[in-house]
């Protein structure tokens, strides 16, 4: 089984930086993914954890601590298009995917 | 095709009603997956496939079946909808099963059943 839990909503400005953390209590790991997904679109892929650290990516950032089940993911200079929702998933000793419910990040003018 | 196609997009159903959602991918990818996603409760895995020929259960097998007679195609079967079936169903699928598992998502089957 697993838990995974991340905030259901944050708001920020663009131009800002907003952190989405996630948590989880999985059967096993072999790594976390980030990915976005846009209003009536498909999750696209953002990023991948497997070892402790951040990994960084133009824009967007993500750290993962394994002894403490806890990831984020940083998105900086936030613009209009960053609006979407953000979803944290963790790959579990099966290697199946088990994804959070998901984050709605809002970005304002 | 490129990538990974779903039909329909969208679909309307009576209950009782048998369906088949599709999914084809040209990436030949090993691995493929069919999740529902709802309000609040995120992605959750019906059913999976690691390589052409096998299938397992995921989170909610409930209600649904799927064969994987080759590796491009991946078709789930509702054989008698019911209206907690309405939800949105993404297809997607991954070069194998190992821990680097980027999954590559269809844009999706809107299915409403009343």
């Known amino acids: 089984g697993q838990n995974i839990d991340q905030p259901t909503e944050m708001t920020a400005t663009e131009g800002a930086i907003v952190q989405i953390n996630c948590t989880y209590q999985?059967?096993?790991?072999?790594?976390l993914f980030w990915y976005q997904q846009h209003a009536g679109e498909a999750p696209t892929f953002l990023s991948y954890?497997?070892?402790?650290g951040l990994e960084e990516k133009g824009r967007f950032s993500s750290f993962l601590s394994r002894s403490k089940g806890y990831s984020y993911l940083l998105l900086k200079e936030l613009q209009m298009k960053d609006s979407a929702s953000y979803l944290c998933a963790v790959i579990e000793g099966d290697y199946k995917l088990s994804f959070g419910a998901g984050t709605t990040v809002t970005v304002r003018a | 095709i490129a990538g990974i196609t779903q039909a329909p997009t969208s679909q309307i159903l009576a209950a009782g009603r048998r369906m088949t959602l599709r999914c084809t991918q040209d990436m030949r990818h090993n691995a493929m997956y069919w999740y529902r996603q709802d309000l609040g409760l995120g992605l959750r895995l019906i059913h999976y496939s690691n390589t052409a020929g096998t299938t397992g259960k995921g989170e909610v097998p409930d209600g649904y079946s799927v064969s994987r007679a080759n590796t491009d195609d991946f078709p789930l079967t509702l054989a008698s909808a019911v209206p907690s079936q309405t939800s949105v169903y993404f297809c997607a699928s991954s070069p194998g099963t190992s821990s680097y598992n980027e999954q590559f998502f269809g844009p999706g089957t809107r299915l409403t059943v009343l």
């Open positions: 954890n497997v070892l402790d």
């Open positions: 999985t059967s096993g790991f072999n790594g």
